[in-house]
């Protein structure tokens, strides 16, 4: 296997956590990572918004370690008190999903997944994402997953990752056009709708990349 695949090895690897990612969704994230750390060599940490008790966070991890970039640091970003309050622009007809409090997980937990794994810490930042000042930021983003699954969620974590993006940086976000979460998408198009900026779409996921900078 070339470099530059390390990332299909590692989901084969090793089990996937919980039920809130699958290895398709997981194999594209890893994919842009890899073409963000590997191909291109693109200065900046790694960040994750939304990282529950490291799912993914932990196959990051994996990954920067595969290719020795132990010069990047990961932050992760939870509330650890499940999923904020909707708000209007989370309506949607085609059901409810999730609600209020749901999706929590300790930062105790997140530590001890790592622990097990022998994987090295990430930098843990707790509280809600509205809450995060620019001090609990990397000055520059090679990276960033976004996985806040409501409106505002994805509006706090893009006005945080967005301008510290690296140019032909990436950001990658979770549960776009899906019916039951319009607000993913939603957000997308309001923080992005006067730039040139193309958001493709791959199993529920949005790619983003900084080539305008």
Known sequence: MSKANLYLSLVGRYPIITDQMTAKRLLVI????????????????????????????LFMERLLQAHNSNNKLLYVYDSFEGLPDKSIKDASVAGTAFKAGEL???????????????LRLPVIHKGWFSDLKESDMPSTIAFGLLDG????????SLKLVWPRLAPNGSIVVD??????????????????????VR???EHDLAIIRNNLR
């Open 30 to 57: 890893l994919r842009e990572m890899e073409r963000v750390i590997v191909d291109r060599d693109i200065e900046g940490e790694i960040v994750e918004f939304g990282c529950y008790s490291g799912t993914t966070s």
């Open 104 to 118: 929590k997980a300790t930062k105790r937990q997140l530590i001890k997944n790592f622990k097990q794994a022998g």
């Open 149 to 156: 699954d409501f409106y505002d969620s994805i509006m706090d």
């Open 175 to 196: 549960d776009y056009d899906k019916s039951n979460l319009p607000g993913v998408t939603r957000a997308l198009n309001d923080f992005f709708k006067n730039q040139n």
């Open 199 to 201: 958001i493709r779409h």
